[in-house]
């Protein structure tokens, strides 16, 4: 009997048990019939492996790398401050690429560093061999400054590297040479254009300044030809001629260099009194060698350019200004140097005039970057046109212009004719704000060293990306699109590698002609 009980306890049991897997078999149906369908969602999922998948740029990475620990005590940690690692770069300006320690973003534009107080003034050095990105570099800066609103003025384009980008930007290109457009270097240019929209006072004193700059870039165009400086009686009389020709012409249109010479040998008495010539053969012998000179520039290598009116006026409302002189560098160097120094002094006229104008609520007020590049092609024509450069690029920050001057080597400054030039020449670098150091021998990073501090591990990473390590045909240079950005003595540099964007790729490629076959 008592068998039979527990028998039909256990078939009770299991008889609630299947009864209760049943109900619990409803429930969940009934409940899944009443939650919506997410299978299709599911199917569209993916789910990326650990690793990432294995293909080109799928993230799988069969190794990783190790980080570098380091080891203190707390006495000697606390003097690490700020660590071992830089600070966080800037991310003001233009993106230029990330920084080669942290990874981080660096940004640069001279003229926003300038207005957020990081810098003292908006000049920039750009310094590097042949090869390592100097071009890339200036153009992602002009890219980035056209974008914000600023005007790039390319002052002198010698290759031409930056006339394909300004033009896909929408700016004017002026193509200088024999055939082509011409510079008059006398004329007043926007300068010129501004006088009848001031008051009397403002008028005579801008007059002053148009008559200053067309005398020292004819000093400087006579001091190219002659290969040797102006004497002072000289100059004098080359005053009193522009002055003269500016009564003779009043406004009916600008003097050139076959006026001045006309003019000198003409010699009326109001030449023959500031030369201190009483009678004429005197005044003729005063004034022999400076007929010459002014008549090679009129007739010599330089004919056909410089003896003319302007062709092209440049554009002060155009986004970008890029003055292509490279058909002038294949008549020889004293052409292309009389280009560059014509180029930036009309270049820095229309900057001048912009600020008068702005001044008076007449045009919009606007910052500019003006790019010198192949700088000692244009210091190196004759001595003294060091003094003429350095007298336009003084005053960029009161004119919210920032200058880029681009070049190979120091050794290119140091190459000068006389010590007082070199001096002169190194002042570029001291007084720019901002160092760019491109891939640089040891030897050349020692002379930079001499005016922009550097560490030991600052000159040995820029050393290191001068030449290729291997002689593997096809091996990327290693100094490609690296810079290391210097401002101040005190700040540690920012080494960044730049990654260029597939149009860029294309506009700031420098070596087609390499390529063609």
């Not at 203190?72 to 920084?99: E, H, M, N």
């Not at 926003?112 to 003292?120: D, N, P």
């Not at 003094?387 to 290119?412: I, P, W």
Request: proline share 5%; net charge neutral; with cysteine.
């Amino acid at each position: 009997m008592a068998i039979v009980d527990r028998q039909s306890r256990r078939e009770e049991r299991r008889q609630q048990r299947a009864e209760r897997k049943r109900l619990k078999q409803r429930q969940e149906q009934k409940e899944k019939a009443e939650r919506p369908d997410r299978s299709a969602e599911r199917d569209r999922e993916v789910i990326a492996p650990l690793l990432g998948w294995r293909h080109r740029g799928g993230g799988a990475s069969p190794n990783i790398p190790n980080a570098v620990e380091y080891q203190a005590t707390t006495a000697q940690a606390c003097g690490l401050f700020p660590f071992v690692t830089s600070s966080k770069p800037p991310s003001i300006g233009t993106p230029i690429g990330r920084d080669l320690l942290s990874g981080e973003v660096v940004c640069l534009d001279p003229m926003a560093w300038l207005r957020a107080g990081l810098i003292t003034n908006p000049g920039c050095f750009v310094l590097g061999q042949p090869g390592t990105g100097k071009s890339t570099f200036v153009k992602r800066l002009v890219t980035g400054a056209v974008a914000f609103g600023s005007q790039a003025i390319i002052l002198g384009d010698t290759k031409p590297d930056y006339t394909d980008l300004i033009g896909h930007l929408g700016g004017q290109v002026v193509r200088i040479g024999r055939g082509l457009d011409r510079i008059n270097p006398l004329d007043a240019g926007p300068l010129g254009g501004v006088m009848g929209r001031l008051t009397e006072v403002e008028r005579e004193k801008l007059r002053w300044e148009v008559r200053s700059r067309r005398i020292s870039l004819l000093m400087a165009l006579c001091t190219l030809v002659r290969e040797d400086r102006i004497a002072n009686a000289e100059e004098v009389v080359l005053g009193a001629a522009v002055d003269l020709l500016d009564e003779r012409l009043a406004g009916t249109r600008q003097p050139n260099v076959i006026d001045v010479l006309q003019v000198v040998e003409e010699g009326p008495e109001s030449l023959r009194s500031f030369a201190r010539a009483d009678t004429r053969d005197q005044y003729d012998k005063r004034v022999d060698d400076l007929v010459f000179t002014l008549r090679l520039l009129c007739t010599g290598s330089l004919a056909g350019v410089f003896d003319g009116e302007t062709t092209s006026p440049l554009d002060m409302e155009a986004p970008g200004i890029s003055v292509d002189i490279s058909r002038v560098g294949a008549a020889g160097d004293k052409l292309l140097t009389a280009a560059m120094l014509c180029t930036w002094s009309y270049g820095f006229g229309m900057v001048d005039a912009a600020a008068v104008l702005a001044e008076h609520g007449l045009i919009r007020r606007r910052s500019y970057i003006g790019v010198m590049d192949e700088l000692w092609r244009a210091l190196r024509g004759a001595p003294g046109l060091v003094e003429f450069a350095d007298s336009l690029t003084r005053l960029n920050r009161s004119k919210g212009m920032a200058s880029v001057m681009v070049t190979h080597s120091l050794g290119d400054l140091e190459a000068l004719a006389t010590e007082e030039d070199r001096a002169k020449a190194r002042g570029f670098v001291d007084r720019s704000a901002i160092t760019v150091l491109a891939g640089l021998p040891p030897r050349e990073l020692a002379s930079v060293n001499r005016i922009t501090p550097m560490t030991g591990p600052e000159q040995g990473l820029v050393a290191s990306w001068s030449s290729p390590d291997s002689w593997q045909p096809g091996a990327r240079h290693p100094g490609r699109g690296k810079y290391l950005i210097k401002t101040g003595a005190e700040r540690l540099g920012i080494p960044v590698q730049m990654t260029l964007t597939r149009d860029e790729l294309t506009l700031y490629d420098t070596d087609q002609a390499i390529r063609r076959e």
